[in-house]
Nanobody, 124 residues
Framework: QVQLLESGGGSVQAGGSLRLSCAVS????????VTWFRQAPGQKREGVAAITLHSDVTTYADSVKGRVTVSRDKDKNTVDLQMNNLKPEDTGMYSC?????????????????WGPGTQVTISS
């Protein structure tokens, strides 16, 4: 099994930055994508950024392009999400998920493994 654990969430003012980290452990054989999702209360879960576990190919939601960078730290076995110029609409529970190969990595329905999430709150 694959275990995912997010960290780095917190509260920051609009325009600020935050770096989230997803620690990946367990049996990652066959895992293709590790992806950051977010969900605000009453809203659907939204894919933010995905990265392939072995080749570092990235996919971003249009809403965060230019403000967010997803990367892998191979030594620490983490997938990190650097978020800059944060906006109040970025507020939500940010969760890390992993899946074998799928065609649409920002869709959440086929992900098998999820972390518990870390809260991000952006104030205006």
């Amino acid at each position: 099994q694959v275990q995912l654990l997010e960290s780095g969430g917190g509260s920051v003012q609009a325009g600020g930055s935050l770096r989230l980290s997803c620690a990946v452990s367990g049996n990652t054989y066959g895992i293709y994508y590790v992806t950051w999702f977010r969900q605000a209360p009453g809203q659907k879960r939204e894919g933010v950024a995905a990265i392939t576990l072995h080749s570092d190919v990235t996919t971003y939601a249009d809403s965060v392009k230019g403000r967010v960078t997803v990367s892998r730290d191979k030594d620490k076995n983490t997938v990190d999400l650097q978020m800059n110029n944060l906006k109040p609409e970025d507020t939500g529970m940010y969760s890390c998920a992993a899946t074998t190969f799928i065609w649409s990595p920002l869709e959440d329905n086929e992900y098998k493994y999820w972390g518990p999430g870390t809260q991000v709150t952006i104030s205006s």
